[in-house]
């Protein structure tokens, strides 16, 4: 499937993201995935892939753009060497919430001039599951499904954690949880169930037993091949009932 690799202005700078044009009824519904710690890269490309296949115009931002270049990072390795994991983190800490939250309007109008004018889903992996909620809460207009898999402090003490934007949020919510994962521990879980329950949110939290941090994404070390299909079931369903409905 053809790949564009384009760049989207941004108050910051210039963010490079790969765009998967959609086809058929669907290229007028978007996606976009927000990254896990290790960047844009094949395994990323090839889950959009996956989503551009159904018909959705799919988009990757690069979310450490203000960083300039680095990497490419092997998801195996890259945390076992001290200095590439001392930047690794360094760029997390550096790419707030606040942050991509605005970005996402600049990757919402991309995706308009794209051709998907229409109903907008995200999803994240890891560091982007967070991302993925808080976008469709500062994005309510837009954003009507919305997916975290193996995302940490989805509801922590911090004051961007997404549980506190839960009112904020129109769109339907899908949470898949790693089975043992120190990053959203089972309080977290109780306290994200609760906050989207008060909200009215339409939510699942669904917990992946045996499995560990990362196992959607292809590259890492810890992926599950069963684990990561009933990822996708879930997935193609939630986009399937929200933007994919024609």
Known sequence: ???????????????????????????????VIYMDAFGVRPAMDRMAERLAAEGYTVLVPDLFYRFGTYGPFDAKTAFADEQTGALIRRMMGGTTQAMTQADTAAFLDALADAGATGRIGTVGY????????????????????????????LASDA????????????????????GVDRSFPPEQSGRLAQALREA???????????????????DHGVYDEEGAERHWRRLLTLFGETIGAV
């Open 159 to 178: 004051e961007d954690s997404p549980h506190r934007n839960a009112a904020n949020i129109r769109a339907r919510v899908y949470v898949g949880v790693a």
């Open 126 to 153: 890891c560091m982007g599951g967070a991302r993925a909620l808080n976008a469709a809460a500062a994005h309510p207009d837009r954003i009507v499904a919305a997916a975290s898999f193996h995302g940490g402090n």
């Open 200 to 218: 009215e949110i339409d939510h699942i939290i669904e917990n992946y037993v045996g499995k560990a941090h990362g196992w959607c994404v292809p």
């Open 1 to 31: 499937m053809a790949t564009k690799e384009i760049s989207i202005r941004t108050k910051d700078g210039m963010a490079p993201a790969h765009l998967f044009p959609g086809s058929g009824e669907r290229a007028k519904s978007g996606i």
